[in-house]
């Protein structure tokens, strides 16, 4: 193994600058590109594909240091960019799962397709939230909740990292799903204490899962770029946090700072700026080569901080045994896009998906006639939503979806082979069609014994730069659904959507509703199964749903002390809030008990519960566990979550469930940014639908 120390004496300032460049080759001109590649010495790529690794590897073999480049890919839901490999449900839709050893199952297979494809770094965890729901990558989020992101974020990195061969990426560091207004890459208006409070909390989980490297965000917080910000990058995530990997910076950040957010004169000036900061590489600016290096030969930043980022980016190559002579191996690429990984994704999809409404229609059997209505019932790039083949790194409107992929309605081709299944689009999401394809659709579903209609939203509506001012379902949507309502047929709605929509249209005319957010590869089959009753629902939602597209944020956990509590002319609350999910089973909650009634600052305590299922149906339910400091110096949210399981519980059956707790977790962050745990009295609340709770009271003395 190589020492590090030994290997950084070694290099020239020109071999350490290099280490700290990444660059794509769709971003860069050609011939900078070529000249940058063909010298060997850059510290990584992004969006090179495994078989276009060779000849960058080649380059490495022949410079004199003879590091090889890690190669970064944006494997956001499995490697999705990779047509052929295993497409997972979206980051929200995998969150419905809450099913920690699930995902961490995804990460692992994740990272053996692209280790098998020859890569090693894969830009996700999204650490960020998806509180302000007209943000255009509240897909990409684990969802509203700091712990339940912690949670899900610190399971996909132990499982990317698992097999040692790939590292994760925590992104973006930070703050960035909370801009203002929910405009993408803007500024966010955070204090300290509130990022300690919420947004910090998943990437500190990071940190502590061995995340190998940061990203950081595009925006600003209180109007100090994350690109130049010292405090976040530098003071917070390395030194109190002790992160030892490497931060990149987002795409282009060091040009950013001079060309939009005007906070350097030119790109010396960003450079030195952003790596004083604590970024330790730059995505893409390719200037930053012959800026940085400028600056350390004209001494305008130490040397030392530039030996510290290329140690950190030595110690991840190290880490993945890119330095060994022998390179670890990797698998073969067999495993790309396998049985045995499709069929683990198919039990994502179906622990993804999530019952809203059921009025008894689920589950259906013996149709003679389903009528499979909708926009996106046989749409694969609505289903699977963002950073696929499709639509990085460049869009590719004339690419053709691969084989195997069960969209709603080849699923229910599939499930459902004792009925005809008859097909019509009714309406696109975006376009205002001619009334002809409602009509068209309306004598499809005509004969039909039950409908299965299939709305949401589409790829043009997620992503960077796709903020929505306005959620409710676009184009005809709501006209095709009270078109097929006149038929008077069980109607079913499934929604496919990057995210939470206005939906009371949906609530008002569907006997049941399904939210599958962008389910992947094999959703449709997973749905179909569910639909007939196959399996079973156990899914729950991450994130509120909202009544209005101006009542965002909706999350739940807000503070007390709203005259009023709500907009005068919409419910309060959320229609479909954080923790809400339904089954075919029926579970109760009982006899909630602590395990003493009074502790001491720093004890621990126990929190017991029976969860009964009252139903003949066995089925796996999520027991969420909140609380509430019930008086507290400042604000603090009507509730937090504060643990939650997911538990199988048998027909006719019941299981005890218990939290070991301690009161160090009950703990906020005060006005000068201590943690701090107030004696007085805890209100818990259990429930497993974020609707109905059960409480009970500890005082800690
Ligand atoms: C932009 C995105 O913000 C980030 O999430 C992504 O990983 C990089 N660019 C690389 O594609």
Not at 47 to 53: A, K, N, R, S
Not at 236 to 262: A, C, M
């Amino acid at each position: 193994m190589e020492d590090i120390e030994s290997l950084l004496s070694q290099m020239t300032w020109e071999e350490k600058v290099g280490q700290m460049q990444q660059l794509s080759a769709g971003a860069t001109p050609k011939e900078i590109f070529e000249a940058f590649k063909e010298k060997g010495e850059i510290g990584s790529f992004l969006h090179v594909l495994g078989v276009e690794t060779g000849s960058f590897l080649e380059a490495s073999s022949r410079s004199r240091m003879k590091i090889p480049p890690i190669f970064g890919i944006d494997a956001i839901h499995g490697h999705a960019l990779l047509k052929g490999a295993t497409v997972f449900p979206s980051q929200l839709a995998m969150a419905c799962t809450w099913n920690e050893e699930m995902i961490e199952k995804v990460g692992e297979i994740t990272a053996k397709e692209v280790a098998a494809d020859g890569l090693n770094w894969v830009f996700s965890p999204v650490l960020c939230l998806g509180r302000d729901l007209r943000w255009g990558r509240i897909d990409e989020t684990f969802g509203e909740d700091a712990l339940l992101a912690s949670r899900m974020g610190a399971a996909i990195i132990k499982g990317y990292q698992k097999d040692g061969l790939v590292a994760a990426c925590a992104k973006h560091y930070l703050g960035y799903g909370e801009a203002t207004g929910g405009r993408d890459a803007y500024d966010t208006e955070i204090s300290e204490r509130k990022a300690r409070e919420v947004f910090l909390k998943p990437f500190k989980a990071a940190v502590d899962a061995g995340c190998m490297t940061f990203m950081t965000a595009y925006g600003s917080i209180d109007a100090t770029p994350l690109t130049t910000n010292h405090r976040y990058l530098t003071e917070i995530l390395k030194d109190e946090y002790g992160f030892d990997g490497f931060v990149v910076t987002d795409w282009e950040n060091f040009r950013s700072l001079v060309t939009g957010q005007k906070v350097a004169k030119d790109m010396d000036e960003a450079c030195v700026m952003g790596v004083k900061a604590g970024n330790d590489m730059s995505m893409n600016s390719d200037e930053f080569y012959d800026a940085l290096l400028r600056a350390v030969k004209e001494g305008r930043i130490e040397e030392e901080i530039v030996n510290d980022c290329v140690r950190r980016i030595l110690r991840v190559k190290q880490r993945l045994g890119l330095l060994d002579e022998n390179k670890p191996s990797r698998p073969g690429r067999e495993v790309i896009g396998c049985k045995e990984h499709q069929d683990f994704n198919y039990q994502v999809a179906k622990e993804s998906a999530v019952l809203l409404k059921n009025n008894g229609v689920l589950p259906f059997k013996g149709a003679k006639r389903i009528a499979v209505i909708g926009p996106n019932a046989d749409d694969v790039r609505a289903q699977y939503g963002d950073w696929t083949y499709f639509s990085h790194p460049m869009p590719k409107p004339w690419e053709s979806g691969k084989e195997g992929v069960y969209t709603i309605l080849k699923g229910i081709e599939a499930v459902y082979t004792e009925s005809e299944v008859t097909y019509a689009k009714g309406c696109s999401i975006n376009d205002s069609d001619p009334d002809s394809m409602l009509s068209e659709a309306v004598e499809v579903a005509k004969d039909a014994d039950v409908i299965v209609v299939v709305l949401g939203d589409s790829l043009s509506q997620n992503g960077e730069y796709r903020d929505r001012a306005n959620l409710a379902l676009s184009g005809k949507q709501n006209e095709l659904l009270c078109a097929l309502k006149t038929l008077q047929k069980p109607l079913i709605c499934v929604l496919v959507n990057g995210k939470p929509l206005v939906i009371d249209e949906v609530t008002k005319d569907a006997d049941a509703i399904i939210e599958v957010f962008n389910g992947g590869d094999q959703c449709g089959l997973a749905l179909a199964h569910l639909l007939k009753g196959d399996e079973n629902f156990s899914g729950k939602l991450p994130i509120s749903f909202p009544y209005d597209s101006s009542a965002t944020p909706c999350y739940y956990n807000q503070y007390d002390y709203w005259h009023g509590g709500r907009y005068i002319d919409i419910p309060s609350g959320s229609p479909y809030p954080f923790g809400f999910g339904l089954s075919y089973s029926q579970f109760a909650i009982s006899n909630l008990r602590l395990s003493k009634p009074t502790v001491k600052l720093g004890e621990s305590f126990k929190l017991s519960l029976r969860l009964e299922n009252v139903s003949s149906r066995e089925g796996n339910d999520v027991v969420q566990l909140y609380f509430k400091d019930k008086v507290c110096q400042i604000l603090t949210p009507i509730r937090s979550l504060l643990d939650f399981q997911k538990v199988f519980v048998p027909a006719n059956g019941s299981i005890e469930v218990e939290f070991a707790l301690s009161t160090n977790q009950l703990g906020y962050y005060d006005p000068n940014c201590h943690y701090v745990v107030d004696p007085g009295e805890f209100e818990f609340f259990v429930s497993d639908d974020g609707t109905h709770f059960k409480t009970i009271c500890l005082t800690v003395e």
